[in-house]
C-alpha cells in the first residue's frame, strides 16, 4: 500500500537497487504508489506514472497502480495508500501512516508492513484483523472519540 521504499535525499542514489528487492519476494507484488513512490515519479520520471510502471514491472512488480478495488469472500475492499481516501461502502486497506495510528480505523485497517514486523500481512491475517476490528474495536466506546 505504498511506500515501499522511502524516496529521500538520503537514499535517492539507491532507489533503483531498493526497488529490485521485490524480486526476493515469492508473491505477485501489486504495488499500490504512496507518497514516497510519487516523489520519486516526480524526480525520477518527470512525473510519468506510465513510465515508472513500466520501470516497476522490469524490476519484477506483477503491477503497479494507484488504488484497486477488489472482491474477497464476498467483502468488497478499497485499497490507497491514503487512509484520507477512504471509500464508504468498502473495507479500506491503507498505508501511509505507518505505526502512528495503530491498525484500526473505523473504516478500515492498516496494512503498513511495519506493523507487522515487516513481514505482509496474509489473506487469513487480514480476515483475522477484520473479525477482531468488527466484533471488539468498532464496539469499543473508548474507540469511537476520534
Known amino acids: 500500500m505504498g511506500d515501499y521504499i522511502n524516496f529521500n535525499e538520503a537514499s535517492k542514489p539507491n532507489w533503483k537497487s531498493n526497488l529490485k528487492t521485490v524480486q526476493k519476494i515469492n508473491a505477485k507484488v501489486i504495488l499500490i504508489i504512496g507518497n514516497s513512490e510519487q516523489r520519486l515519479i516526480d524526480s525520477q520520471f518527470n512525473g510519468n506514472f506510465e513510465a515508472f510502471r513500466a520501470f516497476c514491472k522490469k524490476q519484477g512488480f506483477y503491477e503497479v497502480k494507484t488504488e484497486e478495488y477488489l472482491t474477497f469472500k464476498n467483502k468488497k475492499f478499497y485499497l490507497?495508500?491514503?487512509?484520507?481516501?477512504?471509500?464508504?461502502?468498502y473495507i479500506n486497506l491503507f498505508g501511509h501512516t505507518h505505526r502512528t495510528?495503530?491498525?484500526?480505523?473505523?473504516?478500515g485497517?492498516?496494512?503498513?508492513?511495519?506493523l507487522n514486523h515487516f513481514f505482509l500481512f496474509s489473506e487469513k491475517e487480514i480476515e483475522r484483523l477484520l473479525y477482531l476490528k468488527t466484533t471488539y474495536w468498532d464496539n469499543d466506546i473508548d474507540n469511537l472519540t476520534f
Do not use: A, Q
Open 80 to 89: 490507497n495508500h491514503f487512509p484520507r481516501n477512504y471509500k464508504k461502502d
Open 109 to 114: 485497517v492498516n496494512m503498513s508492513c511495519d
Open 101 to 107: 495510528t495503530g491498525l484500526w480505523k473505523p473504516f
